[in-house]
């Protein structure tokens, strides 16, 4: 829980665990700015930018390689740990809801 100061250019010159000053900014130790200074180089931050940016996409990935294992039976869904059985079961659960109910094709028998 880093309270921070800024330089002129906004960036971090200094961390501190308590604040400051009464006007201190408070920023969360995930945030980009906090973990390029403390890594060292501020020019980091656009690399862990992109990597935090691009879990989600990922996470879409391995759902994709992880279903056509299955579907290919290399892989038993069971031999998946339980909370990652009901992790995944739940996303495509999800997802197949929001299919069906985002779906804006109309059938030849729909009436406008």
Known sequence: MPYIKRDQNH?????????????????PSSDIDVMG???????DQHSI??????????V?????????????????FTELPI????K???RRNVRQNLNVTGSLMIDDNDIL
């Open 83 to 86: 909370a990652a059985q009901k």
């Open 11 to 27: 960036q971090i010159i200094a961390l501190f665990a308590e604040p400051p000053s009464k006007d201190a900014e408070y920023l």
């Open 60 to 76: 879409r990935v391995l759902e994709d390689l992880i279903e056509l294992l299955v579907d290919k039976n290399l892989l038993l």
């Open 88 to 90: 995944l079961i739940r």
């Open 49 to 58: 930018q992109f990597l935090t940016s691009s879990d989600f996409e990922l």
């Open 37 to 43: 200074f403390l890594n060292g180089n501020p020019a």
